[in-house]
């Protein structure tokens, strides 16, 4: 298991494009990926869940790769959210 915290840059946080985007990266690898918000867990492989999670801009999360292909994952997916998730 690996996990990063990073911070969301988009101005209007996770809505749906930009979950969209999130997810869509978070399926091309085996492993689970999840990521923790204020107490709460979210499936980084579901836009609901991603969109439940309610992240706005500055808020940080802590991103948590499990399975064979974690290391590449949660660089792929701290990447994406570093270059603004498509915004």
């Known amino acids: 298991m690996v996990s990063q915290k990073v911070v969301i840059k988009n ?16 399926m091309q ?7 923790t ?10 836009v609901l869940s991603v969109l439940g999670a309610c992240v706005k801009c500055g808020d940080e999360i802590e991103l948590i790769c499990e399975g064979v292909d974690e290391q590449e994952a949660l660089k792929t997916l701290i990447q994406a959210v570093e270059n603004g998730l498509g915004e």
């Open 11 to 26: 101005p209007t946080g996770l809505h749906l494009r930009p979950a969209g985007i999130l997810c869509k990266e978070a």
């Open 29 to 35: 690898f085996k492993s689970l990926i999840t990521f």
């Open 37 to 46: 918000f204020r107490d709460n867990t979210a499936n980084a492989k579901s």
